[in-house]
C-alpha cells in the first residue's frame, strides 16, 4: 500500500480512502471543507456533473479557506510561530 496524497492545495494529509478519477485522492478534512465551502458559497449542486465541477474549482483552493475551524493557541504560541 503507498502514500495516497490529498490532491487539494496546500493539504499534507497523507492517508486518503476517497479516490475521483479526474482529480484524484480528496483527504476527510477537505471533503468536510469542501461540504463548507458551498454552503457558504450558496451553491448547491444537484448531478454528478456539477458535484465535479465545483470540487475541481475547490480543489484549486487553498487548504483551510473555508473551514470554520479555529485552532487554540496561547499568547506564548502566537510569538513563537511568528519569529523571523
Do not use: Q
Not at 58 to 65: A, H, I, V
Amino acid at each position: 500500500m503507498g502514500v495516497m496524497s490529498c490532491n487539494r492545495n496546500e493539504c499534507e494529509s497523507i492517508m486518503c480512502y476517497t479516490h475521483i478519477d479526474s482529480i484524484g485522492y480528496v483527504c476527510d478534512e477537505c471533503e468536510i471543507e469542501f461540504k463548507e465551502y458551498l454552503c457558504r458559497e450558496n451553491k448547491n449542486p444537484i448531478t454528478n456533473k456539477d458535484i465535479l465541477r465545483e470540487l475541481k474549482i475547490f480543489m484549486k483552493t487553498d487548504k483551510d479557506n473555508f473551514s470554520d475551524y479555529v485552532e487554540e493557541m496561547k499568547v506564548d504560541e502566537f510569538f513563537s510561530k511568528n519569529r523571523i
